[in-house]
């Protein structure tokens, strides 16, 4: 499995032509790489099953122009980039609005060059694709990103296994038809096999998704959210996990704030504060984990996984209009495989 890196002026300018080739028409037709037979697409082989392994996850940073500061904490995206390599995870799950407008090339900048700590620590960087990268449009947007993540060869959704984890990372902008959960559809054809092929080494299975499949009643009314698409695919998961050997782990962003939520056998995290302009949950659901009034939540969380164990804490910035910034823990939590 390749790690992330950050190419060079000339080889950016290759890996755009190279790209832009690869995703044209994807928008009303399908990913560039679809493979049915179920293996994974990439495989860690560093890692066995057995390993310890340690995880961030975390999502909707809109990197953008320091100047700002409407849109995005430029102040806090940048210290929780560096608190995140400083936490040197095996994998880092990023749930998507990387940038603020996909489009835009020196929102790409930015993102590299405040993510410079990360490929100094050679971290292994799996995005998924939020609505931001799609920002003006999708023609415009996707080969910005799939020039900072070259190693995608033009995929929307992909798989990896990391030891006893495999990670599946979805397209939630599933109003193109190829890309939707509905069946039938490419992406869902994809998934399905995926799920019918799970290996036995694997204890958790982790989906990447930037729109959230649960979330809390405050979000069902002011935004619509989940939508019927994410039910949808809510629905499958959970028809999927009561036969499946392993557990299921769902992380999501687009609510920038923090959410937990147990259903059916299924963890669901939310974790979109990182850096993108706070949404305050005035009314968290009865059913939502996380109690803690405290806003707002620039956030990110960590799981430890050994065996079939994953112990799990999340943090967030203490007090992010303080002078000097620091994290503190606000939940810790146990997920157990079956």
Not at 251 to 274: D, L, M, P
Request: proline content about 6%; overall charge neutral; aromatic content about 10%.
């Amino acid at each position: 499995m390749l790690k992330v890196g950050h190419p060079s002026s000339l080889a950016r300018l290759m890996l755009f032509a190279a790209t832009a080739s690869l995703v044209t028409g994807v928008a009303g037709s399908s990913d560039a790489f679809s493979d049915f037979s179920g293996k994974p697409t990439f495989v860690v082989h560093e890692i066995k099953p057995g390993d310890n392994l340690k995880i961030v996850a975390y999502g909707d940073m809109r990197f953008t122009d320091p100047a700002n500061t409407t849109d995005t904490n430029p102040r806090a995206r940048k210290f929780l980039v560096d608190q995140i390599a400083l936490e040197k995870p095996d994998a880092l799950f990023v749930s998507g609005d990387i940038p603020f407008r996909g489009g835009v090339p020196a929102d790409w900048d930015v993102y590299r060059r405040e993510t410079a700590p990360w490929t100094a620590a050679n971290l292994r960087v799996y995005p998924a694709i939020g609505n931001h990268e799609l920002i003006p449009e999708e023609d415009i947007g996707l080969p910005n990103y799939f020039q900072a993540y070259p190693w995608l060869q033009g995929r929307c959704w992909y798989s990896v296994q990391i030891g006893n984890v495999e990670l599946i990372t979805l397209d939630s902008n599933s109003r193109f038809k190829a890309r939707s959960f509905r069946a039938g559809a490419e992406q869902r054809r994809w998934l399905d096999a995926q799920l019918a092929h799970i290996p036995n080494s694997i204890d958790f299975v982790f989906f990447l998704i930037h729109m959230p499949l649960i979330n809390d009643v405050q979000s069902e009314v002011v935004a619509d959210l989940p939508q019927a698409q994410e039910l949808e695919l809510r629905r499958d998961l959970e028809a999927h996990s009561s036969r499946s050997h392993a557990k299921f782990v769902v992380v999501a962003g687009h609510i920038h704030n923090y959410e937990r939520f147990e259903r059916k056998g299924i963890s669901y995290i939310v974790s979109g504060g990182g850096g993108a302009k706070p949404y305050n949950i005035r009314f968290r659901s009865p059913l939502d984990l996380y109690r803690d009034p405290g806003f707002p939540n620039f956030n990110y969380v960590v799981l430890n996984i050994h065996g079939k164990q994953a112990d799990a804490t999340m943090y967030r910035i203490a007090a992010p209009t303080a002078a000097t910034l620091s994290m503190e823990v606000k939940e810790r939590f146990t997920l157990h495989a079956k």
